[in-house]
């Protein structure tokens, strides 16, 4: 690779380059279709990703700010992209056969950097490190950690936000998410988390401190400090509610006050921010004034007179730009291939009756049913008829097919949705049940909404295997897919209550005297 110091000549990129190079970019959309669709529809649908169509904008705003740099490089490209290419395909083929979108986001990246690494080589890899880097902050987080980190941080918000009322000298009981104001209770739901604030906060903040021409530790210091900014500022929006509330009634709680509400702490956050870039260049030797503080520099112009030569496209790239064309093709044949019909019952069919317990059917409704978008399934109340007072509910998702994203949801990520916060998850060993000549294995869960708690068993029911890690499943999924073209599946649920006063260790007594009771009667509706 040749960096030119000289100003006479500059190279640019020939018509055949930026025919290749558009014939690369075209494939990576056939490649990745379903991912992008997933990804337009999380930032058309969560306010937290909504930020998402802007990073690629300004990733590309960032390459063509380092042209003048560029035009300096003759490209070589480098092996090492291939290698990086084939990892991020091997990537996408293990999210897309195990159902993981976050994987497969995850792989782009993976396979953009490739490309890069690949076309320009080393040197000129340097002026798109970080713009290959911010493109990070488009992908959402995986559901499990998303729903983890809002749990804890609707814990932290409403601890902070009751400080805060109660400066105002407002007596206050908080219960978990609850906060009683005493006349009115408000709940801190997952949309007041603060993470509809903290990505976008968190990319923005990136962005100045790669554009704030200061030390290292302060550009570090500038994006970490979008978290506490986030987390305080939000909880005090939540206190400021409840002092409305208290005053003046649930609507200030509501509808267009609440949303206002939150722009204006988002703007205060950005304002905090700036206030701390500004902080942050008056400390030290290297002090620089507001007006340079915002500036943002511009590539230098092409110098007058300048000899313009042409590279040729590296092998590198060609090579890069191949394996995307066989993937292209390779995994469309593989993951269009049809699945085997499976011998089943179907669960409209399953027992009401097992042993002690009677069984009452219910149904899912429609919108539900649309987003779960499961085959065949079964939702049943039973009553242990010795003991009217034992009651589990029991559940079960059964998949055809779990491909291009249509696989059983965890209850570990869809329970704080409805608002349940999760007091403990462990793996369980349930007393003399067994599955397969072994000690059945389930996730234990103990929820709780207010006063309501709850026990839960459940498990993953796939291909022959009872499963408890999740991570196992998307393997099996993976694997299942490439050697034995099956993807079918199913999702078992127990829930019981856990009354006021009684020890949960009675919840899971009776769970298992269900379990005992079911026997292997699901082998018959859940091809082994």
């Known amino acids: 690779m040749q960096l030119n110091n000289s100003n006479n000549i500059v190279w640019r990129n020939n018509s055949i380059g930026w025919v290749l190079f558009s014939a690369v970019f075209l494939l990576l959309g056939i490649l990745y279709y379903d991912g992008l669709s997933e990804l337009f529809y999380l930032w058309n649908t969560r306010e937290e990703y909504s930020h998402g169509y802007l990073i690629p904008v300004i990733s590309t705003l960032l390459i063509w700010q380092q042209k003048d740099k560029f035009e300096q490089i003759e490209f070589n490209g480098s092996w090492l992209g291939v290698v990086i290419v084939l990892l991020g395909i091997f990537t996408y083929l293990l999210g897309d056969l195990s159902t993981l979108f976050v994987i497969v986001h995850y792989s782009l990246l993976v396979v953009l950097t490739g490309l890069a690494l690949s076309l320009t080589g080393y040197r000129g890899f340097v002026f798109l490190l970080v713009p290959l880097i911010y493109l990070a902050f488009m992908v959402p987080l995986p559901p499990f950690l998303y729903n983890n980190l809002s749990a804890k941080l609707q814990l932290i918000s409403s601890e902070l936000g009751v400080t805060v009322i109660r400066w105002f000298g407002i007596s206050v009981f908080l219960e978990g998410n609850v906060i009683d104001l005493g006349t009115y209770k408000l709940q801190v739901v997952e949309a007041c988390s603060g993470l509809r604030y903290l990505f976008p906060l968190m990319s923005i903040a990136f962005l100045c401190a790669y554009l704030f021409k200061q030390s290292m530790w302060k550009r570090v210091v500038l994006f970490l400090s979008s978290i506490p900014i986030t987390v305080l500022m939000n909880s005090f929006r939540i206190g400021v509610i409840g002092v409305l509330v208290n005053n003046w009634g649930t609507g200030m709680a509501e509808g267009f006050l609440h949303d206002f509400e939150g722009w204006i702490v988002f703007m205060a956050c950005l304002l905090v921010l700036f206030v701390e870039m500004w902080l942050l260049s ?107 007072k034992q009651r589990v509910n029991f559940y079960v998702a059964y998949y055809d097919s779990q491909r291009k994203g249509e696989s059983a949801h965890s209850p570990r990520s869809c329970i704080p949705g409805g608002g349940w916060v999760i007091q403990n998850l462990a793996s369980h060993t349930v007393d003399n049940v067994f599955r397969k000549g072994k000690p059945m294995q389930v996730n234990r869960l103990q929820i709780q909404k207010g006063e309501n708690k709850q026990l839960v068993y459940y498990w993953f029911q796939q291909r022959g295997r009872v499963i408890n890690n999740e991570y196992m499943v998307k393997w099996y999924l993976f694997w299942d897919s490439l050697t034995r073209n099956r993807t079918d599946g199913a999702l078992v649920r127990l829930t019981t209550q856990i009354p006021p006063g009684v020890d949960v260790a009675e919840g899971d007594r009776r769970l298992t005297s269900f379990l005992k009771s079911m026997g292997n009667t699901l082998d018959d509706f859940i091809p082994g």
């Open 282 to 388: 008056k400390i030290g030797r290297q002090k620089i004034s507001v007006s340079e503080l915002f500036t943002i520099e511009m590539p230098s112009p092409t110098p007058e007179g300048a000899t313009v030569r042409y590279r040729t496209v590296p092998k590198t790239f060609i090579v890069s730009g191949a394996i995307l064309l066989f993937s292209a093709i390779g995994t469309q044949w593989l993951t269009e291939r049809v699945e085997a019909k499976l011998e089943r019952k179907s669960l409209v069919n399953f027992p009401v009756t097992i042993n002690d317990w009677q069984g009452k059917p219910s149904r899912i409704d429609k919108i539900y049913l649309l987003s779960l978008d499961l085959s065949d399934y079964i939702i049943s109340d039973y009553v242990n008829s010795q003991d009217n």
